[in-house]
């Protein structure tokens, strides 16, 4: 089974920026759609961002759009979250998903935890003020 690792998480002064990564073990992971969500102690898991297998379309949270941006380099097995302008509601564990769909042209995006089998372990995001 495919696994993912995310990294790049640290702790940030407010209006800072942050790259996250998330690298797959499996080739196959340029036909999985990608997600990442977020999640704080004794809430649940938040979508933020998702991207389609073909990387032509793109789905963002009101509360990230504009600041984060998704991205795939499926030569590497990456995905990777840009976030800009950060505040200190971004602070949370960060998780990357992946959800096969089978055809390289598939543009389905999902905002729905369910939806993703694979899973990476979180890397933790502060942001201070």
């Known amino acids: 089974q495919m696994q993912l690792v995310e990294s790049g998480g640290r702790s940030v002064q407010a209006g800072g920026s942050l790259r996250l990564s998330c690298t797959a073990s499996?080739?196959?992971?340029?036909?999985?759609?990608l997600g990442w969500f977020r999640q704080v102690p004794g809430k649940e898991r938040e979508f933020v961002a998702a991207?389609?297998?073909?990387?032509?379309?793109?789905q963002y949270s009101d509360s990230v759009k504009g600041r984060f941006a998704i991205s795939r380099d499926n030569g590497k097995l990456t995905t990777d979250l840009q976030m800009n302008s950060l505040k200190p509601e971004d602070t949370a564990v960060y998780y990357c998903?992946?959800?096969?769909?089978?055809?390289?042209?598939?543009?389905?995006?999902?905002?729905?935890?369910?939806?993703?089998?694979?899973w990476g372990q979180g890397t933790q995001v502060t942001v201070s003020s």
């Open positions: 998903a992946a959800k096969f769909r089978g055809s390289l042209r598939d543009i389905a995006v999902f905002a729905d935890a369910q939806s993703y089998t694979r």
């Open positions: 499996e080739r196959t992971f340029n036909k999985y759609a």
């Open positions: 991207l389609s297998v073909n990387g032509a379309y793109t």
